[in-house]
C-alpha cells in the first residue's frame, strides 16, 4: 500500500451505511453504460446522459472484463484500482462501488483515485464513495474539491458523479454532511455551492421538515446569495414534488 494511501487511511472511519473527454477510457465508460446486462447506478446515469454512440469494438473489450472484476475479491479490486491500466481502475471503482459497504476497506484508495489523470477512473471512484460506507468529514472535503477543480461539468462528467455521491451521503448521514452542505452555500465558489444545493435538495425531497428548519435559518443569512439559494432550493423542492 502506498505511504500516501497509509496516511489517508488513518483520517477514515469506515460506517456502515443505512443501506446497501478527456481521457482515452471516456468511450469506454460510455460502453458500460450501454451494455445489456444489469448496470451500477453510475452507469445508468451515464447511459442518460450520452448521446454518442458505442461500437461493438469498444462493448467487446470492456464487456469480459467488467464481467469479471464484478465478481472479484475487494484484495484484488484494490489491486486493479492502484496500479491497473485506466481500463482496470475504472472498472475496478465500478466494481468496488457494486459491492457497496462490503468494500469499505476500498475508501482509501478511491479517495486517491480522485486525482487519478483519467476522467473515467474518477467518474466511478466518485459515484463509489457515495455507496460504500466511508466517515464524510473525510470524503466531503475530497469530493468538493473535485467538484470545484474538474474541467468538466457536463452531466456525465465526474463533476456531476461527485454531486451525486455527496447526495448520497447526506441521505446516509444527516447529521454530519447536512451542516457542511448549508456552510457550504456560501463558500463563494459557484460550482461547489450548486453542488451543495442539489444534494441539499435530493435530502428535502425524502426529509422536508428537516431541511425546512435549515432553510429557515439561511433566510436571514448575512450573505444575499446564501438566501437566494435557499429561495433556489425551495422552488426545486416544489418543483420537483409535482
Not at 79 to 90: A, D, H, I
Not at 108 to 124: G, M, N
Not at 207 to 236: C, F, M, S, W
Amino acid at each position: 500500500m502506498a505511504a500516501s494511501e497509509q496516511d489517508l487511511l488513518k483520517e477514515i472511519t469506515s460506517i456502515t451505511t443505512k443501506d446497501t473527454r478527456r481521457s482515452v477510457s471516456l468511450p469506454e465508460t460510455e460502453a458500460l453504460t450501454k451494455l445489456a446486462v444489469p448496470a451500477t447506478n453510475a452507469s445508468a446515469s451515464t447511459a442518460e446522459d450520452s448521446s454518442r454512440s458505442v461500437s461493438p469494438h469498444q462493448v467487446g473489450e470492456v464487456l469480459p472484463l467488467r464481467n469479471a472484476l464484478r465478481g472479484a475479491p475487494t484484495k484484488e479490486l484494490l489491486e486493479r484500482l492502484r496500479s491497473g491500466t485506466p481500463r482496470e481502475k475504472f472498472l475496478a471503482a465500478e466494481a468496488l462501488g457494486a459491492k457497496g459497504t462490503a468494500a469499505a476497506e476500498g475508501a482509501a484508495a478511491l479517495l486517491l483515485a480522485l486525482r487519478d489523470p483519467s476522467r473515467s477512473v474518477r467518474y466511478f471512484a466518485a459515484q463509489a464513495l457515495g455507496s460504500i460506507g466511508v466517515s464524510p468529514e473525510t470524503a466531503l472535503p475530497r469530493l468538493l474539491h473535485l467538484i470545484a477543480h474538474e474541467p468538466d461539468t457536463s452531466p456525465s462528467s465526474p463533476a456531476h458523479a461527485a454531486t451525486r455521491a455527496i447526495a448520497k451521503l447526506a441521505l446516509s448521514y444527516p447529521d454530519q454532511v447536512v451542516p457542511m452542505l448549508v456552510s457550504e452555500l456560501g463558500c463563494g465558489i459557484k460550482r461547489v455551492s450548486e453542488a451543495a444545493r442539489h444534494a441539499l435538495v435530493r435530502f428535502g425531497l425524502k426529509n422536508p421538515v428537516v431541511l425546512g428548519d435549515y432553510l429557515t435559518e439561511l433566510d436571514r443569512h448575512e450573505q444575499k446569495t446564501v438566501r437566494y439559494l435557499a429561495t433556489a432550493i425551495r422552488q426545486d423542492l416544489q418543483h420537483m414534488s409535482r
